[in-house]
């Protein structure tokens, strides 16, 4: 980084898909996960040793979207979603440090599109309304960069890796088809930030994903079974019929397709969709 050493930099949440690409990104940094710190705990927080830490890289999240939906996922996604970004918050309001938060395309509807950052914010789901009030909570900072970004691919669980090791079993799955967004590498949303970071780019909220067509899961699906030369096929089937099967379903947004035209303002040039999800399925082949 030109500006900031990266050794003061503080990644929460390391263990998971966007952690480990952040970490990667910053090898220099700390890296702390909930075993070593409770965000969601103010007492936690204010006890945490913060020498050094000029920046707070929040990639914690409750992202189970479905189980937030019951009583006690609802409270686990208030808390880690919500309550921890005031614990960061206020961390670093006291310390005069800046934080970087990484949002999602559940703040919306999905009603319009493609979604600007300036949105008005209208969340669905209980996930996303946690996830709506920790932005809320992130913008009340003036150092502040929101990273929103949707349909994430990374190392651990996701949509990608299931279709892959469905693809290599042989099994045939139902997919929705009119549900329509792009797929956001980890490596790209590590990328995305470390380009703010190293070029003091304005203050604010960035939609961060991949670039290219937008797509749907179904055609994702497909992308994953073609390139992974499966012997099974992918089913395409509507929103409404998926839900039919699944009642407890938390309700998602038709269309996530986020307006890059932001960050690109700021020079950052944005990976086309296809091109990562290659490389991955070329590493995913190998694992």
């Known amino acids: 980084m030109s500006k900031l050493d990266e050794s003061r930099i503080l990644i929460v949440g390391s263990n998971g898909q966007l952690g480990r690409a952040l970490t990667k990104q910053y090898p ?126 990374g190392e651990g669980k996701n949509f990608v890796r299931t279709m892959h090791d469905l693809a290599k079993k042989g099994v045939s799955p139902a997919v929705v088809d009119d549900q329509i967004g792009r797929p956001t590498f980890t490596t790209e949303i590590a990328r995305a930030i470390d380009h703010l970071l190293s070029t003091s780019a304005p203050f604010g909220t960035y939609n961060i994903t991949n670039d290219g067509e937008p797509i749907s899961w179904a055609d994702v699906a497909h992308e994953v079974f073609t390139k992974a030369n499966a012997e099974g096929s992918v089913t395409s089937i509507t929103t409404a019929q998926y839900f039919a099967g699944h009642p407890n379903s938390a309700p998602r947004p038709m269309h996530s397709t986020l307006d890059l035209g932001k960050i690109q303002a700021t020079g950052f040039a944005s990976a086309d969709w296809k091109s990562d999800l290659k490389k991955y399925i070329e590493r995913e082949t190998q694992r």
């Open 28 to 153: 220099k940094a700390r890296a702390i996960d909930s075993d070593q710190l409770d965000i969601s705990d103010q007492a936690s927080v204010d006890s945490f040793d913060w020498t050094d830490i000029k920046v707070i890289i929040n990639a914690a999240g409750y992202t189970n979207v479905d189980a937030a939906e019951t009583s006690e996922g609802r409270v686990l996604a208030w808390q880690v979603n919500a309550v921890a970004v005031k614990n960061l918050v206020h961390a670093a309001w006291t310390r005069q440090l800046m934080l970087v938060h990484v949002s999602s395309d559940y703040v919306f509807d999905g009603t319009q599109t493609p979604h600007k950052e300036a949105e008005v914010l209208s969340p669905l789901s209980v996930y996303g309304a946690s996830k709506a009030a920790g932005d809320l909570l992130a913008a009340q900072l003036d150092e502040h960069y929101i990273i929103r970004t949707s349909w994430v691919v």
